[in-house]
């Protein structure tokens, strides 16, 4: 089975086309299940206003869908958060053929340049993206936590996607942040009961060791200790339009791994108010400060 995860933006008649709605809180969840794929759909529901709305829906796609309906700072913002964080494969879709050529000088130089703009009709575009095959990282396990909450008679339920390697039924992971060993109980993928889940899986884990109480969205579940850190000297590379980066120490947000973690940047160093676990090699930032206010990233 194919698992694929898509970020949309501004696509709410797509959605309507082509899924059916999941979770929601301030990110929203989809689903399209063929016989031989999966699609889970994640929209930023409170953005502009909340910007970890934005950055958490983008973390875990394999492709995008963007609807364009008007040019104004929220698209430029999207634009530059998936240049920076964003998956390379998308669509690019209008309400107004005749905005296509406003909207292209805006891509160029972008990943987003490298995307499909589209007239085909919803469903086509699901089963383009069904199609994809993306490389399914190998490794030790991970999974990455963005919902949970408690079961009557079946305790801890924590929602996410599998990063890498398999989970498995009765494995033991370490929870990041807590330094806990915790046990998988029973697997779900949409509503199905499974024994393992691979790489791209979104999955419903029955946890033992924890309660929801304890748990936080961006905890990684692992087979191996994720490196942690709560400083770190490092630049942020700017992206190309950050016209302006205020002088001084800067409060800054690690806005990436389905965390908005505050920390303090003096041009040179980062140090965070706790320590962040990183299980990638680079961090986007964010700042109500800078504009866009997704602003850079961190290569580590």
Do not use: W
Not at 36 to 64: C, G, N, Q, W
Not at 204 to 218: I, N, Q, T
Not at 272 to 300: E, H
Request: with cysteine; hydrophobic share 40%; charged share 25%.
């Amino acid at each position: 089975m194919n698992s694929l995860t898509v970020f949309t933006y501004n696509a709410e008649e797509f959605l309507r086309e082509v899924s059916k709605k999941g979770t929601s809180s301030d990110i929203e969840f989809h689903e399209r299940k063929s016989d031989d794929s999966i699609l889970t759909f994640v929209s930023p529901m409170r953005y502009p206003e909340k910007i970890s709305s934005l950055t958490d829906s983008i973390y875990p796609a394999d492709a995008s869908v963007v609807n364009v309906s008007a040019l104004n700072r929220e698209l430029g913002e999207v634009i530059v958060a998936l240049d920076l964080m964003g998956p390379s494969a998308g669509y690019i879709t209008f309400q107004d053929a005749s905005m296509i050529d406003q909207v292209k000088p805006l891509l160029k130089g972008t990943r987003l340049e490298a995307y499909k703009i589209t007239e085909k009709q919803p469903v086509e575009i699901a089963d383009e993206i069904s199609a994809m095959k993306t490389a399914k990282p190998a490794g030790p396990t991970m999974v990455i936590i963005d919902h949970f909450f408690g079961v009557k008679s079946v305790g801890t339920v924590a929602l996410g996607f599998v990063l890498s390697g398999n989970v498995e039924k009765h494995q033991d992971l370490l929870l990041s942040y807590m330094d806990r060993k915790v046990q998988v109980r029973s697997i779900q993928m949409h509503d199905v009961d499974v024994d393992s889940a691979g790489p791209g899986a979104r999955v419903g884990l029955a946890l033992k060791g924890v309660d929801p109480e304890e748990l936080e969205r961006g905890m990684i579940l692992s087979e191996k200790e994720v490196n942690c850190s709560s400083s770190m000297e490092k630049r942020i590379d700017l992206h190309r339009s950050v016209k302006k980066f205020p002088d001084g120490q800067v409060e800054v947000f690690v806005s990436d791994y389905m965390r908005y973690q505050r920390g303090f940047y003096d041009g040179k160093s980062l140090i965070m108010d706790k320590r962040i676990c990183i299980p990638g090699k680079s961090m986007v930032m964010s700042s109500p400060a800078v504009v866009p206010r997704v602003f850079g990233k961190i290569n580590l």
